[in-house]
């Protein structure tokens, strides 16, 4: 691998060319923070696509776009005299260092559990009123209801046992069925959101990303599909015109693949 003089000198390249961009390039020089949020997170979403993928190579790309957009805001702030890329990098070393006692100071923890209940427990020192005040308010549901969970476990509220959590999901399951039964889509709604929170946390208990979970699951599916789509048009049969039991000879098939 490259050298951390190596690594310097390649950081110090982007930074020039960030420089050169800016000055040089109309779509660039145009640019703000509010033009490239979208931006940022679309490249995060293909960063996250490429590591499910286990895709290192486009890992490796994808982290480059990233890492683009932090030197692009880190510029735009400087313009404005609000901060730099030095500082970028300064602030969160100090945040690093100070999240993290049992390193560079004399706090003692056993294992992993005892590092993030300190984390959390240092946040509130540091001046925020909630634990949940670190959980981005524009985060997708399922990842928003994950970082929920594991915000309130770092500072001891949460189960004892998977155990209880399952009888937890069991109970909330009854409760959702029961207003199917009843038909009240309101409280059915609130039932099933009751349904997937359980399941997030148990899925949490065992050590289970959720969002990963479910990404993979999506990209199963559409494989398959699209493979029963593939093998429809060979026929030059529409999907729409084939009935269920040849489909499933067809999913069947892309199942074993």
């Given at each position: ?6 690594q ?8 020039t ?21 979208h ?33 692009f ?9 609000d ?5 970028v ?8 260092i ?7 100071g ?7 559990d ?59 399951l009854?409760?959702?069925?029961h ?14 959101g009751?349904v ?9 208990f ?15 599916f ?19 015109e ?16």
């Open positions: 691998m490259n050298s951390r003089q190596a310097l000198k390649a950081f110090d390249r982007l930074l060319i960030m420089d050169e961009l800016r000055e040089q390039c109309p779509w660039d020089k145009k640019q703000t923070m509010e033009t490239l949020r931006l940022t997170i679309e490249e995060t979403y293909e960063l996250g696509n490429a590591i499910l993928d286990n895709d290192l190579e486009e890992v490796k790309k994808e982290l480059g776009d990233v890492l683009l957009h932090i030197v805001y880190a510029k735009i702030g400087s313009e404005t005299q901060f730099d890329i030095a500082d990098c300064n602030t969160i070393c100090e945040k690093l100070n999240r993290h006692p049992h390193i560079y004399d706090v003692k923890v056993e294992n992993e005892d590092v993030k209940r300190n984390w959390e427990n240092l946040k509130l020192k540091e001046g925020k009123k909630s634990v949940l005040e670190g959980v981005p308010r524009s985060l997708p549901a399922l990842v928003k209801a994950n970082r929920i969970q594991e915000k309130v476990a770092g500072v001891g509220f949460d189960w004892e046992k998977p155990e209880q959590v399952w009888e937890k999901l069991q109970e909330e009854s409760e959702f069925r207003e199917v039964k009843v038909g009240n889509e309101e409280a059915m709604e609130s039932e099933f009751d997937m929170f359980s399941m997030v946390n148990y899925a949490r065992l050590n289970i990303n959720p969002e990963n979970a479910l990404e993979r699951t999506n990209k199963k559409s494989k398959r599909f699209q493979y029963l789509e593939s093998k429809a048009k060979s026929l030059n049969k529409p999907l729409k084939m009935t269920l039991a040849e489909m499933d000879v067809f999913w069947e098939e892309a199942k074993r693949l």
